[in-house]
């Protein structure tokens, strides 16, 4: 995961867009390991958006997740792994201010053993995929 620049540490604003890695399977399916992400930093998040945010107990660790709902004192976010864990069923609510960014695009990185003319088609179309607010995943994983 990308760490914010020093400058922005001293009150300077970042980038409003950067890139991040995806570790881990707390995202499976939506997201694998390896998957980049256009995140854009700031801004609203609404219930079922893809967050990145600093982890509520290791701030200089980032964490992407699901912001499932907000809740007095921020917001409960949830895997869509729910076998992963490393989420508000561990930690509890995350501090809206640890809330860096909505996640907007995943880029799926080309993998090396994709030869076949039909691996690499299959790889074109699924290869960048916009990370649309899930709805429908927000009130599910609510239920839990």
Known sequence: MPELSQESERGRPPAPFGLAEVTGPSM????????????RYGG?????????????FQQDLLVVKRAAERREGGWWVL????YAGGDSTDYGVVPEELVLGRAWLRMRPFR?????PLAVLGWAVSAVRPLLGDRSASRRLRAR
């Open 112 to 116: 090396a053993g994709q030869r076949s």
């Open 28 to 39: 499976v399916p939506t997201l694998q390991h390896g998957d980049r992400l256009l995140v």
């Open 44 to 56: 609203a998040v609404r219930p079922g958006d893809i967050v990145v945010l600093r982890h509520p």
């Open 79 to 82: 895997g869509d792994n729910p």
